[in-house]
């Protein structure tokens, strides 16, 4: 039987004809960017029937694919960072990329604080920088096409060392200016060695009415003994088509705290795959979507319970008005030999009007016998007893339900140690109110 091809969309011929024209010209291993760009093109961008995707359909999303973007000049990259806001109130040490290119001269690397290294991910490729063979801690991940675009086209970021306790903030700062359609492909490496701790933080925003595609990944190892609180905000232009991947690995008897907050780009996906890779091990992953108009968020998580004795904790909130559509699919993976798991998952959604759309998709994969993991979701609207209590004692309707969403988001945020932190994420959501109001 003749096998069935998918006729080339638009949007990957433009990839194809991307790779070609600058294959040559990135710097860095040329052969796994070919073997990544070979996997993209053997199944092309993902479509509803590929189960990962059955929710978020990028072959009928990605209509064209916007030109990767140039290297900013100074006088752009600097006009640009000053007319981001997001996260702006809190004081740390800024990691910013413009356009998806590390902004060298905006950053002291010879004066950061004791146990900061950073690398620039572009001088690193060219030189065959040691920690390069960091890169990709998470094997099965190469399998996503979104990860293995960026793998293709990737050509800036940086490569971060974490020693020792570090107690200043980092913020990785993401920012597309562009008044036409650009794309990118940024990738960070995040390196905390054992016993070490660190606050990264990292916001993601582009310049509204353009159709920008930024595709951005971030890698983490945690060693043995670490604390590592992480917390992304996704603040994109209205017409973004925004996709990003927290890749992870953390050692033994180590903390891990992530939190991803999203309020912008019309569509958006985030992948987390992590992995348990030592024993007595903590991590919690938290969600916090906030959707609008017409707006499609994704947020998609696996977690592998890789050595025993390990506890992992996810909780998503989403808030849904208009016509929006929110998706949330998480699994859990147990191997056989990690007994004593303790993992457990919860999707909430929370319609605000007739017209949205929440999909959810939990799941466990276990193969151990001695674990206690268990998994839930739901999708409902507001109490309006409750409602007609707030209302009852002088509060207007967009008032009530106001404070009502706040504290159903408030549960995914309160995690947030920082004080700065939590007030900036606080501010995001009111402003989320205030704009809906």
């Known amino acids: ?46 479509h509803r029937r590929v189960e990962e995707f059955k929710y978020t359909d990028l072959r009928a999303l990605m209509r064209e694919a916007a030109p990767f973007a140039g290297t900013p000049s100074a006088d752009e990259a600097k006009a640009a960072l000053q007319d981001t806001k997001a996260l702006s109130g809190v004081k740390a040490i800024q990691v910013p990329f413009v356009n998806g290119h590390f902004v060298r001269d905006a950053v002291d690397l010879g004066g950061l604080p004791e146990g900061v290294e950073i690398v620039p991910l572009a001088e690193a490729l060219a030189s065959g920088h040691e920690w390069l063979a960091k ?79 930024p595709n951005d990944v971030v890698e983490m190892i945690a060693g043995d003994r670490t604390n590592v609180r992480h917390v992304r905000l996704n603040a994109e232009g209205d017409k973004a088509l925004a996709l990003s991947t927290l890749a992870l690995k953390v050692g033994a008897e180590a903390e891990f705290f992530s939190l991803n907050v999203v309020a912008g780009a019309a569509t958006s996906r985030h992948q987390v795959f992590g992995v348990l890779n030592g024993e007595n091990t903590k991590v919690r992953i938290n969600g916090t979507t906030m959707l609008k108009g017409g707006q499609h968020a994704d947020s998609t998580l696996v977690v592998e319970h890789a050595a025993p004795h390990c506890e992992s904790r996810e ?5 849904i008005d208009g016509e929006a559509t929110g998706v949330f699919q998480g699994k859990i993976i147990v191997p056989h030999h990690a007994q004593k798991t303790d993992g457990r998952m919860m999707s909430a959604a929370l319609l605000l009007s007739d017209g949205g759309t929440m999909n959810n998709k939990p799941e466990l994969e276990i193969f151990a016998d001695d674990v206690q993991c268990a998994h839930g979701a739901t999708c409902g609207q507001l109490d309006e ?7 009852a004692r002088g509060l207007p309707k967009k008032e009530a339900e106001s404070l009502m969403v706040q504290a159903f988001l408030g549960e995914a945020i309160e995690f947030v140690d920082n004080q700065d932190v939590h007030d900036a994420l606080v501010n995001v959501l009111e402003g989320w109110l205030r704009a809906r109001a």
């Open 315 to 319: 909780l998503f909130k989403t808030v």
């Open 385 to 391: 007893d409750l409602m007609f209590y707030l209302m």
């Open 1 to 46: 039987m003749a096998e069935i091809k998918l006729m080339k969309t638009p949007a990957e011929t433009g990839l194809a004809q991307a790779y070609e024209t600058v294959k040559t010209t990135l710097p860095g291993d040329a052969q796994s960017r070919a073997q990544a760009f070979e996997l993209f093109t053997k199944n092309g961008l993902p």
């Open 135 to 213: 890169l990709s801690p998470v094997s099965w991940a190469n399998q996503n096409p979104v990860y293995q675009l960026n793998t293709t086209f990737m050509a800036d970021g940086v490569m971060l060392r974490i020693s020792g306790e570090v107690d200043t903030l980092i913020h990785l700062r993401f920012v597309t200016a562009s008044a036409s359609a650009v794309a990118t492909a940024t990738r960070v490496l995040v390196l905390v060695e054992d016993g070490a701790s660190v606050t990264l933080l990292e916001s993601h925003e582009s310049t509204d009415g353009a159709n920008h595609q």
